[in-house]
């Protein structure tokens, strides 16, 4: 089972489905867990966001019904913004699908612009 901040949330979907799951495992780590699963160490539950993109030998299946959770974006209070997060805010707002990438390409665009100004 994931220890990260998803767990209270997996724990309700157990105890709402009246399951008393047996845990042989307790990790953090989300790639750590999808690799457990793929070498046959048993199952697990997590969020679709965590599920890493580079693991082979696993399969996702959708749970009913689906669970809802609700993502914020954190910024530091009384700080002017800078460009990187008012671009991830937008593509937040849109929905984007590629918000990792694209984020992190504004991010190094933005260094880039401090660097040539001196920063």
Partial sequence: MSTSGCEPAI????RN???????AFRVRDSEALANMVSQGHGVT???????PTQVERIATISIEPQQRRHIFA??????????????LKIMLCKGKRSV???FL???VRHAKEGDRRGR
Wanted: no cysteine; charged share 25%; aromatic share 2%.
């Fill in 45 to 51: 539950i997590m969020p679709q966001l965590a599920i």
């Fill in 105 to 107: 390409r504004a991010l």
């Fill in 100 to 102: 990792r990438s694209s």
């Fill in 74 to 87: 954190v910024t530091r209070r009384g700080r002017s913004e800078l460009p990187a997060v008012g671009t």
């Fill in 17 to 23: 489905s009246k399951i008393d799951p047996a845990i």
């Fill in 11 to 14: 724990r309700r979907i157990f």
